[in-house]
């Protein structure tokens, strides 16, 4: 495939508006470089019962901000966020178990954590499990990768019924581009099915 993952860089920038006051601060912290008072807020806010505090702290370690670079302890953290529904932490985690770093590798991992972050409407995840399913990495057997090029089309085209960035539009255009010579009429139409399907059940509204 011509593109890779959405790398983990990004991951701060997806989370939008904060919704508890802890957090608020925690991510202005973090914007200002002041990665000490990030991590307090971030421990106040898993104080107060918000799980998303425990994504943000794993962030920090993952990132190298105020900590060494630390992706056992921020697999650690993203777990009891990603085990509490917080999609960016199911993403991330999903990503260190696909990737290897701080966990073994484990492909049925990260599909499932994908899985249920891309159903959360989370356009990273949605990339990232079109990309395992283009591959193959989705459905590996004793005879090597199967590809899923329909359920791969299927996020390909929710993400350009949902993505407004250009950069991001571009990357899964050149993807679509890509698998499509490979797929027959049926598969493409079974692909869009899906694709209207989900958009339905799945009305538009801020990503968290």
Known sequence: MPSKLWPLAVLLLLVGEPVW??????????????????????????????????????ALRHAGMGHAVDHGAAAHLYLKAANAGVPEAQLALGTLFYTGNGVSQDM???LQLYTDAAEAGLPAAQFNLAM??????????????QEDLTRAYKWFQVLLARLDDPAAREAVIENVEFIRPHMSQ?????????????LAAHPKKSVR
Do not use: C, I, N, S
């Open 21 to 58: 006051a802890d957090v608020a601060q925690g991510v202005a912290a973090v914007q200002a470089g002041d990665y000490g008072v990030a991590e307090q807020a971030f421990q106040d806010a898993v104080a107060a019962g918000d799980p998303e505090g425990w994504y943000h702290l794993g």
């Open 108 to 110: 049925y991992k990260a």
């Open 132 to 145: 395992m399913h283009a591959a193959g990495e989705a459905h590996a057997t004793d005879y090597g990768a």
């Open 186 to 198: 049926g598969e493409v139409e079974e692909g869009r099915r899906m694709a209207d399907e989900w």
